[in-house]
């Protein structure tokens, strides 16, 4: 009894440690490789790294009549080890099932080494097979029917009653896969059937005729492939000149070509065709500060968007550092000016991040300053800190995007590039809900004369508010209004230094107003625009 005990223990605790586990079970190999007791990451470098692949280099040729060869490269045709899926498929043996049988397959690993290979030969790609096959047996037919028909630019003329001898695809698919299976990379040689021959029919003619319109792409480097025009032919009229045709007379088949809705031409005028919104916001007289936006826009010009990608600020521009050339310019820090390196590139995210909302993009990430942006009206700005706040937009439209950014003296501008489909169009509406005063605050300071009073930071106000996005049609039809985003930011507290012994009494001592009226945020701008990309908050980067 006791020893059963023991044992029943022994196997749960085994099945504790297979569930904990996140490495691959022991004595599990494959394709040469000893992967147990690795994690899956682990067990994918050593597959790319170790693997051997028998298909490695292999490719099966096959001879067709008029020397026409076709070479199916084994790589291209899928019989490559996918060192992520293996990885995966060895680290999930013996986890599919319940915790009896996961636990016996762990404790059987520690007993019985476990070769553990797929047999490629089911990663056989057989649709890209297919479709090198039909490309070639085209120009095959055509050499064996050459007798029996004649492709002209425009026409077909075939003789009614002459006989055709046409490729069989299935049987050629059976022939490379028979030989990547038996190993031999050789040259397969294909004879057409000796069978006695069939008329020419319009099934034939439409295998070596067809070809499907295709439109022109672009690749990650924005070079066009070429288009494909469409051949095809009227098929119920082919059938009734066949028909009324005698044997042994000409039948003429006008062939009808089909531009695609692309063209090579067509795409390339597309491509970053349209400007899809653009601004341009002043900068202060800080030189350092400017210097850096400079830098920082340089990042982002030219970059491309993809369909579907998002766009990440942090990620394109990267760590802002000295040795890239970055200053120290204003920021805040607790309410305060302080200096840090990098300030001021966050005018550039949040150009561009007004410009994504007048271009009608999706918002992924964005945090608005702590303090309002003189540069930009409120809740249309986008701060930015490595390690902290980023700001992300996704390219939702059908066409790549390009971003164009550049400092010229005192200005910034952003200009966003796409392929408009339509004539919709964008308006941005900002509601201040709530204005929340600054206060002024007083401070001793030795440098200070008696009597005297240097204010060391503007106040401005705080505010709370709501942005709307309006889309119109092009006859100015409004299609719909969204909430945008809520942005709250703080008042600047404004501080007066005073001599030491002259801060003012609390309010209510004395009848004496020494407030002055509020300032406008371009009475100090290098302040009330200072920017910075340093440390997360309470560092604020504008």
């Not at 319940?98 to 797929?118: H, M, V, Y």
């Amino acid at each position: 009894m006791t020893l059963l005990l023991i044992v029943v223990g022994l196997f749960v605790l085994a099945g504790f440690a297979a569930m904990k586990s996140e490495k691959i079970y022991p004595n599990i190999s494959a394709y040469g490789v000893e992967l147990g007791g690795m994690t899956r990451q682990e067990a994918e470098d050593a597959l790319k790294a170790t693997a051997s692949n028998k298909y490695s280099g292999a490719a099966v040729k096959v001879s067709f009549p008029a020397d026409i060869t076709l070479t199916i490269e084994a790589e291209k045709a899928g019989l490559v080890i996918d060192a992520e899926k293996e990885a995966l498929r060895l680290y999930s043996y013996g986890r599919g099932g319940s915790f009896i049988t996961n636990t016996i397959d762990f404790i059987s690993c520690f007993i019985i080494p476990k070769q553990l290979e797929n047999d490629l030969i089911s990663n056989l790609d057989e649709e890209y097979i297919k479709s090198q096959i039909a490309e070639t047996t085209r120009l095959v037919n055509a050499m064996l029917l050459e007798n029996a028909l004649k492709i002209e630019e425009k026409r077909i003329t075939i003789i009614k009653g002459a006989s055709s001898i046409l490729v069989d695809e299935e049987k050629i698919l059976e022939l490379i896969r028979d030989a990547f299976i038996s190993g031999n990379y050789g040259t397969v040689e294909y004879v057409p059937s000796d069978e006695e021959p069939a008329e020419i029919d319009l099934n034939d003619l439409k295998k070596i005729i067809y070809v499907e319109p295709k439109n022109a792409e672009y690749d990650e480097r924005f070079d066009v492939s070429d288009h494909v025009v469409g051949v095809s032919f009227d098929e119920k009229m082919a059938q009734r000149r066949l028909d009324t045709a005698g044997k042994g007379e000409t039948v003429v088949i006008p062939l009808i070509f089909t531009e695609p809705e692309y063209t090579k031409e067509d795409l390339e005028a597309m491509l970053f065709r349209d400007l899809l919104s653009s601004k341009t916001t002043s900068l202060v007289a800080n030189e350092i500060r400017s210097k850096n936006v400079e830098l920082s826009a340089k990042a982002v010009d030219e970059t491309v968007i993809l369909p579907g990608e998002v766009f990440s600020f942090n990620d394109t521009v990267g760590q802002r550092t000295a040795e890239k050339g970055y200053g120290a310019a204003p920021a805040y820090l607790n309410g305060e000016v302080v200096q840090e390196i990098g300030g001021g590139i966050c005018q550039v995210s949040s150009t561009i991040y007004y410009c994504t909302l007048y271009a009608d993009l999706e918002i992924v990430y964005r945090t608005g300053h702590l303090y309002t942006a003189g540069y930009l009206p409120h809740g249309m700005d986008a701060t930015v800190s490595w390690g902290g706040p980023d700001f992300k937009f996704r390219n939702n439209t059908e066409y790549p995007i390009k971003i164009k950014a550049w400092r010229s003296g005192s200005e910034l501008t952003v200009e966003l590039y796409g392929t408009k489909v339509n004539e919709t169009y964008v308006r941005m509406e900002y509601v201040d809900s709530e204005i929340i005063p600054y206060e002024v605050q007083y401070k001793e300071d030795l440098s200070i004369a008696p009597g005297e009073t240097k204010v060391a930071q503007y106040g401005s106000n705080g505010y709370k508010v709501n942005t709307y996005r309006y889309r119109y049609n092009g006859d100015g039809t409004l299609i719909s209004k969204t909430h945008e985003a809520y942005s709250y930011y703080a008042p600047r507290h404004e501080i007066r230094l005073v001599a030491p012994g002259e801060l003012p009494s609390p309010p209510g001592e004395e009848e004496t107003d020494l407030s002055p009226p509020e300032p406008e945020p371009s009475e100090s701008p290098e302040i009330s625009e200072a920017s910075s990309d340093g440390e997360p908050l309470p560092i604020e980067t504008q």
